[in-house]
């Protein structure tokens, strides 16, 4: 997984309040998973996807009009049947 963050930075704290039953359940894991590695992976899976979408929505109408250009005069190297 490629990082979009400085993964060597200096880590902050972060309160969670999490399901008990699932704690619970993950109690006889504890000393075989860093829970704070696999929370830092899951933001930064998760500000992957918020900044996709983010940017997905800051271009909406360009993205719309290129596929209007698209379907009105096709594919660039359609003529060559190359595509």
Not at 9 to 25: E, Y
Not at 33 to 39: L, T
Not at 54 to 74: F, M, Q, V
């Amino acid at each position: 997984m490629q990082t979009h963050y400085d993964p060597a930075a200096r880590k902050g704290r972060l309160s969670l309040s999490i399901n008990q039953d699932l704690l619970d359940r993950l109690e006889p894991y504890k000393q075989q998973v860093n829970f704070s590695a696999q929370a830092e992976q899951l933001f930064a899976r998760m500000l992957d996807e918020l900044e996709n979408r983010a940017w997905a929505e800051r271009n909406a109408e360009a993205l719309a009009a290129h596929g209007r250009d698209i379907a009105a005069t096709g594919l660039a190297g359609a003529e060559f049947e190359r595509i």
